[in-house]
């Protein structure tokens, strides 16, 4: 295919050599190149004149994810409106959020009661009937541009469906098919794999690998049996995916959250986590994305420790993804929440600060999935505290089984053996606002509300993308129903999944009440956070000693502006013993002014203290 087109040619000059080198380093296949490029083209042509435009525009201004009036949402389709038309009529809803960016979590055609809540992909250019069709997301996509709000969702590429076509054919014996996957006849290999390879879900689907006794194979199921991995050693897996990538991103999508990358290259006698293949892949999907759709960015999903995530932005010469979540920091939150106890969280944010200011993060207190305690034990171990202890004491307090504890949460992937498991539940039920209100007690509940209130002020100042999960701001409970649901009853995910609240919301607008307080005090928060400057990407962060280990200490400095933020994990009154000695503060959230030293922080309380000049 001739490509005339000279803005296409403009970018593909740009990435060609690269691009080629690195494909035939995987591959050594020309021709699947070829096809590729010519796909690309095929793509680039078949893009909207006003998807283009915003290409044009976002190429101008590559950092417009990084500024800091970017504010996220996190929402189930069906749960919040229905189904996609439903979404569109609430749009005005998520404006009144402030929010410019909404992921829309998994929807595209799954299999009921196989799906792992949508990650099961069966067609990924179909979307679940109950909740619409292409057109209906193009449209939605539309009208969310039309207000200024981008578009997320999740692209499945380390596994399909069962039912996904490829799987059909695969299981039919159909060896084009197989080699698009994993399949061993006997158990030799299977059995070596396992050798070095952790498995992601002991307790619920141990194993690595399923074995299919009507074809007599094994096939590798890294996650559930029913997820069947997809081979990257085949170039037609990467091309098939990357066209999918790309007719995705021609309905409109601006963010496409890559799922479970880490897993995406599979290598014998390794453990198939983070293989330098895997960035191969993620490279040149970016240079893909930057040729035919450059206003798309990447938010890559990698669930491990700083120093296996960090690699995943890449490196400036050659970057990977845009995006990446900040989940170390997320279960580093609550087990200050529940401990009461800052150091672990003041150390975790040091490590992130000092890493460079182009690294973008997503910071956030809940979303879909599950805590999991992978905190630091290597430095938890200088204060006494052991692994195995400490995620008794983390998962009793949070599910309220301590002595005192104020949370209600659920147990998710439990196993008795190890005693390990992680942990389930609504920001607001953590909290303590649902066992508040059971008991009417309004002391405990003043404390839930200021506890909630603080820890989205705490992920406010973080540097990154502050995103809400739907029903957090205002005040959504546990959803307990999905016990009496035979399809979901096995996952205690689905407890804080539920649907969202439209009564609870309208009670935003009643003076006093909880979910006034909340939605208030966010929308304050939110507002501070667009027009101050120290909020934004290019300033320094810091942390500080405060002498208290209750009461986080954390700067934000640029030329003109001076941030000290102040969050006091304790239900106690506390002095936070810093001593700014640099004149006087306006604290942002009361408007009071005071001194930076010396600093008297109530239970749950929170300072934004700033000086200009």
């Known amino acids: 295919m001739a490509k005339t087109d000279s803005t296409f040619q403009r970018r593909m000059q740009k990435h060609l050599d690269e691009l080629k080198w690195l494909y035939m380093e995987l591959y050594q296949n020309t021709d699947m190149f070829s096809e590729l490029c010519d796909k690309m083209y095929e793509y680039y042509t078949g893009r909207s004149q006003s998807l283009k435009k915003r290409d044009g525009a976002r190429e101008k201004n590559s950092a417009w994810y990084k500024k800091n009036d970017m504010l996220g949402m996190m929402l189930y389709i069906d749960n ?4 996609l038309k439903g979404v569109e009529k609430k749009l005005d809803y998520l404006e009144q959020c402030h929010v410019n960016y909404i992921h829309l979590m998994p929807f595209l055609d799954t299999i009921e009661g196989r799906s792992d809540g949508g990650y099961a992909v069966a067609d990924f250019r179909r979307i679940k009937k109950e909740l619409g069709s292409m057109e209906d997301l193009e449209s939605l996509a539309d009208a969310c541009h039309e207000k200024g709000l981008n578009v997320c969702m999740d692209f499945v590429m380390n596994h399909t469906s069962e039912e996904h076509e490829w799987a059909k054919r695969a299981r039919a014996g159909e060896g084009e098919y197989m080699s698009r996957y994993f399949f061993f006849d006997n158990d030799a290999i299977p059995a070596a794999y396992e050798r070095t390879v952790p498995q992601v879900f002991p307790v619920t689907a141990p194993g690595n690998f399923t074995w299919l006794p009507e074809i007599g ?12 991995d997809l081979n990257y050693k085949n170039p037609r897996v990467f091309n098939e995916m990357m066209y999918n990538f790309l007719f995705l991103a021609n309905k409109g999508i601006d963010i496409m959250r890559i799922d479970a990358v880490p897993y995406i290259w599979k290598e014998l006698n390794t453990s198939c986590r983070n293989l330098p293949q895997v960035h191969t ?3 040149m999907m970016r240079m893909i994305g930057e040729i035919v759709c450059p206003s798309v960015i990447l938010l890559g999903e990698v669930v491990m420790e700083p120093e296996k995530v960090v690699p995943y932005f890449g490196t400036v010469e050659k970057p990977e993804c845009h995006m990446l979540y900040n989940v170390t920091t997320m279960a580093t939150t609550w087990n200050s929440v529940a401990t009461g106890d800052i150091r672990l969280l003041k150390q975790q944010m040091d490590i992130v600060s000092s890493l460079p200011k182009a690294y973008v993060f997503l910071n956030y207190l809940r979303c879909h999935d599950d805590i999991g305690w992978g905190l630091d034990y290597r430095y938890l171990m200088q204060f006494g505290i052991g692994e195995v202890s400490h995620k008794k004491y983390l998962n009793d307090f949070l599910t309220g089984q301590y002595p005192g504890s104020f949370a209600k949460g659920e147990l998710y992937n439990s196993d ?10 609504t920001t607001a039920s953590l909290c303590g606002i649902e066992k508040a209100q059971e008991e009417e007690d309004k002391e405990a509940l003043e404390k839930a509300v200021c506890l909630d209130l ?20 205002v005040g959504q409970v546990n959803d307990y129903t999905y016990h009496e649901n035979p399809a979901k009853q096995d996952d205690s995910r689905y407890l804080h999944r539920g649907n969202f609240n439209w009564e609870l919301a309208g009670k935003r607008a009643e003076k006093g009440s909880v979910q006034e ?14 027009k101050v400057s120290v909020f934004g990407a290019d300033s320094d962060v810091w942390t500080i000693d405060t002498w208290d280990d209750s009461v986080l ?17 304790s239900g106690q009154d506390k002095t936070a013993w810093i001593n700014e000695d640099d004149g006087e503060y306006t604290d942002l959230l009361s408007g009071r002014k005071m001194q930076a030293k010396g600093v008297d922080i109530p239970g749950y309380g929170v300072y934004w203290l700033l000086k200009r000049g």
């Open 416 to 425: 008795p053996a190890s005693g390990d498991a992680r942990l389930c539940g």
């Open 517 to 530: 307080r909340i939605f208030a005090g966010l929308e304050i928060m939110e507002k501070i956070r667009k």
């Open 80 to 83: 919040f409106a229905g189904n």
């Open 454 to 473: 603080m820890l989205h002020a705490y992920m406010f100042v973080q540097s990154g993308i502050p995103v809400l999960y739907s029903g957090d701001e």
């Open 217 to 228: 194979h094994y096939v590798m199921t890294t996650f559930y049996p029913y997820q069947w």
């Open 553 to 569: 200490g954390l700067i934000r400095a640029n030329k003109k502006e001076k941030l000290v933020a102040l969050f006091n994990f």
């Open 281 to 283: 892949i993620v490279r």
